[in-house]
């Protein structure tokens, strides 16, 4: 049984390439974004563990959402 969004290791030895790895989406304070559920939003509040966002506070008008990693629904504008 694996766990939710774990990455299978590449071992050095493989014929195959290594899958790339996409690039981690990174949000501030003020920045505009929109949602696949939600809308359109600002950022208001990230949350930082480690020296990276581990999740996204949006205003969204009608209601805020706290948006966690890994962001696939969410995008900046």
Do not use: N
């Not at 949000?27 to 950022?43: E, K, S």
Request: aromatic letters at 10%.
């Amino acid at each position: 049984m694996t766990k939710y969004g774990a990455v299978p290791r590449h071992l050095p030895t493989s014929p195959f390439k290594a899958r790339a790895q996409a690039p981690r989406k990174h949000f501030a304070v003020g920045d505009r974004v929109t949602h696949d559920t939600y809308g359109l939003g600002r950022a208001i509040g990230v949350e930082v563990e480690g020296g990276s966002d581990i999740a996204v506070l949006v205003d969204f008008g009608s209601r805020q959402e706290r948006i966690t990693q890994p962001y696939t629904a969410m995008f900046k504008l």
